[in-house]
């Protein structure tokens, strides 16, 4: 393994580093070079660009040295996302941090096989957060990436994931397509899909309730049509707020709403299910 210095992390991040790099797999598509992704799953579930992968198939070589061949499950060409499912269930996943409230001048680490020398890491820091009015709402740093960074995670100094690595804009800035983006892409191509079983539409003040499924999490707890969910989680309630809950939480947790009924403010708690 060959890893580039950190001289600005030290060596807390160089720990957090060699961690994460467990977690980092080689993809190779069909002989027609080799990029990066990131497990997201133990049990199999790996996500790359969808430029590194124009099969449906993929050769995956894990951290450890193990190979096998990964399904193309999923992709998004306008996100640059795919997804790939492995028939191994001892992945290291990487744990998901929150790429939503970056901020110019934090610290961020690469990791890829950029050049042909594997498992490469790289620091820099982040020039421009997610913009709302970017539709891929990219991450731009200052971290120099090239052929065989595509697809490897951006990490920040927690050694948490907060963007995939998609392309260079040019000398000395990388693009990412962050990672609330990867969530919501995965949450609408992948099963099991997280829900709560109601329909919502967007209001003044957040979503509205229009229809809540019968026998559902959200029917047991208590939630009604015409109610308006106003915070999710602790944050302002919008469409992607009430997605990016629901995949934080997690398949069997809990995901506490603050509603509005007839104007009086009430909270409840409705467990996470796995859409049929």
């Given amino acids: 393994m060959s890893t580039i210095p950190l ?7 160089v720990a957090l580093a060699q961690q994460a790099l467990r977690g980092v797999v080689q993809v190779e598509d069909g002989g027609r070079g080799a990029g990066a992704g990131v497990a997201v799953d133990a049990r199999g579930l790996i996500v790359t660009n969808a430029h590194v992968v124009r099969g449906r198939s993929a050769a995956i070589t894990t951290a450890d040295g193990r190979r096998a061949e990964g399904r193309v499950i999923a992709r998004d060409d306008d996100l640059d ?21 970056l901020r110019p001048g934090q610290l961020v680490l690469a990791i890829g096989h950029p050049l042909g020398l594997n498992d490469a890491v790289t620091v820099g820091v982040i020039t421009r957060p997610p913009e709302p009015d970017d539709p891929r709402e990219l991450i731009a740093s200052n971290i120099t990436l090239n052929r065989g960074n595509s697809g490897g995670p951006l990490l920040d ?3 948490k994931l907060i963007g995939i690595n998609a392309m260079v804009a040019g000398p000395g800035l990388g693009l990412s397509v962050p ?7 995965l949450a609408a191509r992948v099963d099991p899909r997280p829900h709560i079983g109601v329909t919502v539409q967007p209001v003044e003040g957040g979503l509205i309730v229009t229809d809540v499924l019968p026998e559902s999490p959200a029917e047991a707890a208590g939630i009604l049509p015409g109610d308006i969910i106003a915070a999710v989680a602790g944050r ?3 469409a992607a707020a009430l997605i990016d809950g629901l995949i934080a939480a997690g398949i069997g947790a809990k995901l506490p709403l603050d509603l509005l009924r007839a104007g009086h403010p009430l909270t409840v708690t409705p467990s996470v299910a796995a859409r049929a």
């Fill in 236 to 238: 302002q309630a919008t």
């Fill in 7 to 13: 001289p600005l992390a030290g060596d807390a991040a």
């Fill in 157 to 159: 100094a927690a050694g």
């Fill in 81 to 101: 996302l795919a997804a790939i499912r492995v028939e191994l269930d001892d992945l290291h996943a990487l744990e998901v941090g929150d790429s939503q409230t």
């Fill in 179 to 185: 990672a609330h983006i990867m969530r919501r892409f």
